[in-house]
C-alpha cells in the first residue's frame, strides 16, 4: 500500500501522485481538486467494504481451516515427555532396556529355552533297546507317568506309578504296571482331565482297529493306587476305520474324545463300561471364487490325521489332502476353514481362534477370524498349482526329522519343535 502524502493525492490507476487543488481555485471538472478527491477516497472506501462483504465466506472458510489445520498439527505432533529430560534417560538406550514388546518376548523365550536340560524321567525295564517309544503322557492330578511303544508288528502300553513320599514325583521300576500287549500300532494315546486313558490301535492281524478307553487310579490317602475291580481289564471297541489321533475335551462331566479316523471325524463319549462312538459329518461344500461346489468323498479327502479341541464344543480336524475343518459339537454342523501348504500333520491351539499347523514341510499359523481364502474344490499339495491359506505367521526354520512334531506352551509363549541333523553343518550337530 501507497504512504500518505499531506496535500498529495495518490491515482492507482495512473500509479503517480497528484497535487489537490483548492475546489474555489480548480477549474470545473477537475479530477484532483479537493471535492473531487474527497469524492472519490469515499468511492474507494464504499468499494471496499463491498468487496470484503463479498469476501467473507471465503475468508471465514480460510480462517476455519487454519484453525482445524493447526488442531490436526497439534495432536499429531509427537511431544517429548518432560521425564525424557532426566540425565539418566540417554542410559537406558545404551544398555538396551528399552526394547519393543516383540524383542522382549523373543529375549524371554530365549531365557526360558536356554534352561531346558536333558533328563531321563525314567526307563520302562520291559522295552529293549530295539523297542521305540511312541508316546508319553503323565497325569498332572495323580503323576502317573504313561507311556506306548511298537516293535515289529506289537505295541504296548504301560503305566508308572509315582512315590508319593517324596516332594517331587520320583519312578522306580517296582511301580510299573503294563497295561496290555497287541498285535496292533499305537496310534494315538489319549489322556482326559476326568482320569480316563484312551489308546487307539490299528494295524491290527486282519486290519482291523480298536478303542480301549480305561480308567487311571488316583492315589488314597496312604498314597496307594488301587485298580477299580470292574475294570481290570481294558475295554476294547472295534471299529472299520483306521484311526489315526485323538484328543481330550479339555472340560465337561464325562470324558469326551475326539478321533481322527481314514473315515472322517468320530467322537467317543462315555463313562465306565457305556461308551459311544458316534461319526460326525463332514464338510460337502467349499466356498471359493465361484459358486458353492461339492468336494469329492473319496478315501483322499477323508482321512483326518489330526484333532484340537479350539473350545469345549468345536473341534478342528486336519486331513491328509491339506484342509482344516471346524465342527460344532451345539449345531452339529461342519465347514471347511483353512487350507495348508502341504498335508496336515499336527494342530495345536494357541487360544479359541488361533492354531499352529504342521505338515512335512511346513510350519505356520492361523487365524479363523480372517475370511476363508485359498480353499479349492480338489486340493492337492502335491501339485504345482496347490495353494494355501494366507497364514497369520509362519516358521520359517521348521525341518523336521522323520515325522513332523512340535509342542506348544501357550503360558510361556513357547513353541517347541525338533529339527533334523544336517551332516554338512559347519559346527557338527544340531542346527
Known sequence: MNREIPGFYYDTEKKKYFRIQASHAAAPGAQYSKDAVKRKRKEQEVGYFLDLYRDAPDILQKQQRRVRLSRRVATETIKKAPILSHPLIGADKEIGSLLSQNVKREHYALAYASQMR?????????????????????????????????????????????????????????????????????????????????????????????????????????????????????????????????????????????????????TLEGIGSYWSLSKKPYPNDVVTDQPILRRPQDSSHAVVFTVEWLSSNVIAAG????????????????????????????????????????????????????????????????????????????????????????????ELGLLASGKHHLSHSPKGGLP
Open 118 to 266: 536333558w533328563k531321563q524321567l525314567h526307563r520302562f525295564e520291559p522295552w529293549p533297546d530295539d523297542y521305540s517309544i511312541k508316546h508319553v503322557l503323565r497325569n498332572n492330578r495323580s503323576g502317573i507317568l504313561i507311556a506306548s511303544g511298537y516293535r515289529g508288528g506289537e505295541s504296548s502300553v504301560s503305566v508308572c506309578f509315582p512315590d508319593c513320599d517324596q516332594e517331587k514325583w520320583t519312578y522306580d521300576r517296582t511301580m510299573e504296571r503294563v497295561l496290555f500287549k497287541a498285535p496292533y500300532r499305537v496310534s494315538s494315546l489319549s489322556l482326559s482331565h476326568t482320569g480316563y486313558l484312551l489308546a487307539t490301535m490299528d494295524s491290527g492281524p486282519s486290519g482291523d482297529s480298536f478303542l480301549a478307553p480305561r480308567m487311571l487310579p488316583d492315589p488314597d490317602e496312604g498314597g496307594d493306587y488301587r485298580w477299580p475291580h470292574s475294570f481290570a481289564h481294558p475295554i476294547r471297541i472295534r471299529t472299520t476305520p483306521s484311526l489315526w489321533c485323538s484328543s481330550p475335551c479339555p472340560v465337561g462331566p464325562k470324558p469326551l474324545f475326539a478321533i481322527g479316523t481314514s473315515h472322517g471325524l468320530h
Open 319 to 410: 486331513l491328509k489332502d491339506s484342509s482344516i475343518y471346524l465342527h460344532d459339537l451345539r449345531s452339529g454342523g461342519t465347514a471347511t476353514r483353512l487350507q495348508h501348504s502341504d498335508g496336515v500333520s499336527k494342530i495345536r491351539r494357541v487360544d479359541e481362534y488361533r492354531l499352529v499347523v504342521a505338515g512335512m514341510n511346513s510350519l505356520r499359523m492361523y487365524d479363523i477370524r480372517f475370511p476363508p481364502n485359498g480353499l479349492q474344490r480338489s486340493p492337492n499339495p502335491m501339485h504345482h498349482r496347490h495353494i494355501s491359506t494366507r497364514p497369520y505367521l509362519t516358521f520359517p526354520d521348521y525341518s523336521p526329522s522323520f515325522f513332523p512334531d512340535f509342542d506348544l506352551c501357550p
